[in-house]
């Protein structure tokens, strides 16, 4: 059984930083033979992708409003992936949530990502 298990994020002051973790345990093959993504969802709207990092470790941007600003990293034999965000605005406020995808490589598609965390609620005062 696959378990997706997600730590950190919270309430931080506009400007701020932050870090969510998630952890990925009971997958078919190596942790390292998957892509992994991070997306967000605020109430009312589609949850959207940000950012997603394959097996070799290179990402891809999905939302231009995190780029510069949000990184994606993973620690293949921790089965960790990390979501840093820094310079956070009140837009950021959402619940965030891990995903592990089917292949490799990454996709902008919900449908190519089957296992998902509880989500961590993020929240960004001004």
């Known amino acids: 059984q696959v378990q997706v298990v997600e730590s950190g994020g919270g309430l931080v002051q506009a400007g701020g930083s932050l870090n969510l973790s998630c952890t990925v345990s009971?997958?078919?093959?190596?942790?390292?033979?998957?892509?992994m993504g991070w997306f967000r969802q605020v109430p009312g709207k589609e949850r959207e992708e940000l950012l997603c990092?394959?097996?070799?470790?290179?990402?891809?941007h999905y939302l231009d409003s995190v780029r510069g600003r949000f990184a994606i990293f993973r620690d293949n034999p921790k089965n960790l992936l990390i979501l840093q965000m820094n310079s956070l605005i009140p837009d950021d406020s959402a619940v965030y949530y891990c995903?592990?995808?089917?292949?490799?490589?990454?996709?902008?598609?919900?449908?190519?990502?089957?296992?998902w965390g509880q989500g961590r609620q993020v929240a960004v005062s001004d």
């Open positions: 990092i394959n097996w070799v470790g290179d990402t891809t």
């Open positions: 995903a592990s995808g089917k292949y490799r490589t990454c996709s902008p598609s919900e449908s190519d990502f089957p296992y």
């Open positions: 009971g997958l078919p093959l190596y942790f390292s033979q998957y892509a």
